[in-house]
């Protein structure tokens, strides 16, 4: 099978973060080193997710190879079910043990209303993404008739 080469249809600079639609219709969030990482900054990162298209939920690929200190706000706030509107599952991709340690405190404590999941590698994490988008796009069809 031909692999398809991935084009970054789309990149926005935060001051946090750089924040990537890629052809294969995941959104890829590259964090940059950040001593606090507030509510207003994880607002304005998803307002920008929305605005790749607002009707789309996204697959959301997290890179944390940067240490970042997220509040208790952002945790609680990325986790709550409203942000289902642009995610329909998020990977966590992880190289170091102190984000490996937010990142399980995250998914343990804080509990996404989606499917969310740690990875030390990106092909893994881009492949239970897509298998995410096929059971959605499968789900959907079953509706449709």
């Not at 970054?8 to 639609?21: A, E, F, K, M, P």
């Not at 959104?27 to 298209?53: G, M, P, T, W, Y």
């Not at 990977?91 to 989606?114: E, G, S």
Request: glycine content about 0%; charged content about 25%; aromatic content about 8%.
């Amino acid at each position: 099978m031909e692999t398809q080469k991935i084009i970054n249809l789309r990149t926005v600079s935060h001051n946090t973060c750089d924040i990537t639609l890629r052809s294969d219709h995941i959104v890829r969030i590259e964090f940059k080193e950040i001593d606090e990482f507030q509510l207003d900054h994880a607002v304005e990162i998803f307002n920008i997710i929305q605005s790749f298209n607002p009707k789309k939920r996204h697959l959301i690929l997290i890179s944390l190879s940067n240490y970042i200190n997220p509040s208790i706000q952002v945790m609680e706030f990325w986790a709550e079910k409203e942000r289902n509107e642009i995610s329909l599952a998020e990977a966590l991709l992880l190289d170091n043990f102190p984000m490996t340690l937010i990142a399980n405190f995250y998914l343990t404590v804080n509990r996404p209303h989606r499917p969310s999941k740690t990875f030390k590698n990106e092909t893994d994490a881009v492949a239970w993404l897509k298998k995410h988008e096929e059971a959605y796009q499968n789900k959907l069809k079953v509706l449709k008739s």
